[in-house]
């Protein structure tokens, strides 16, 4: 039996055993973390509106257009002025707007702040709008947002 | 007896025990489905259908022979079901482009002050991982009377549509 105690032997052997046996369970936990990390960096595309927003201003912009077209058009069978139509047309565009982006839990908010018309035809030549965006989240505000007609 | 290398033989015995039950312990601890590969097939079909809708809103007129807005000014304005279709035209567009996709699509409109939503194209119930994709159009009396739609605008008002394709795959 002091024979078998003496014997220093194959010390190295249970030694990095147990160091690779740590290095494999440090290993597990750093996998484990990484699955994790990843379900959450999946999920940041979602979360941020990006796209909403985009659409807003992209839409609030094609839409502006054709309304200050068809101001123009209306200001000659009625007795109201283009301003004046085209701010009704963008006051119900923005209600609309308003209304379908509170079911996604946001809101929208697009005003009129200053219009620039042609000396010749009295069309609207570039009109200036405030244009907001609001989730909880992001805010979002373009003030002023000009857009031009002629474009 | 020989006595020689009793330790040595106990200590690697001891070390190859370690080694299994850790292996053993780091089996039972790893997890087995890894979230983030469901969620990047989400993510993917999700930016899909966005592009889906972008490009038939957005293409110049040489590519599709009527863009989005023609397409929903066209509706008209009745339901789809599971076996009629309301807008096949639009209905064929979508299905170019999303290949082995299930997809359904829903207008959703401002109708005195409230949001009304209805289906025009149906194509089955959408199940858990489905994604949605919108897209906002504008519609004006003379875009519905080109189209030939059904839509119910004063020649002074406009009605901004919003298009939700719904998607999943089986």
Known sequence: MAGVIDDEGGQWIALSGLTISLSLVLVAALINQAAVTGYYSSYAPFEFPAERIREITAQTQENAKSAAQLAWALNHTNNETVLSNFTKLLGSYSSQMNTIYAVHGGTVNITVSKAVFNSTNNNIDTIWLNISYNDGTTRYASEPEIIEMKQ | ?170
């Not at chain 2, 979230?35 to 490009?55: G, Y």
Request: cysteine-free; aromatic content about 8%; glycine content about 4%.
């Open chain 2, 1 to 170: 007896m020989n006595e020689k290398a009793q330790i040595h033989t106990l200590e690697g015995f001891f070390a190859a025990s370690l080694m299994i039950f850790t292996v053993m312990i780091v089996i039972k601890s790893s997890l087995i489905i890894t979230p983030q590969t469901e969620l990047t097939m989400d993510v993917q079909l999700k930016q899909t259908a966005d592009d889906a809708l972008s490009v038939l809103d957005m293409a110049p007129e040489t590519a599709f022979q009527f863009n989005l807005t023609e397409l929903v000014a066209g509706w008209n304005m009745m339901e789809a079901t599971p076996q009629v279709n309301s807008l096949p035209v639009l209905d064929a567009e979508i299905g170019k482009q999303l290949k082995n996709v299930i997809y359904n699509i829903d207008f959703a409109y401002v109708e005195n002050g409230t949001i009304t939503v209805k289906h025009a194209i149906l194509h089955g119930i959408p199940i858990e991982n489905s994604v949605v994709a919108t897209r906002l159009v504008t519609l004006y009396n003379s875009t519905i009377t080109q189209a030939g739609g059904a839509w119910n605008i004063s020649s002074s008002d406009v009605k901004v549509v919003e298009v939700r394709l719904v998607a999943w795959r089986v």
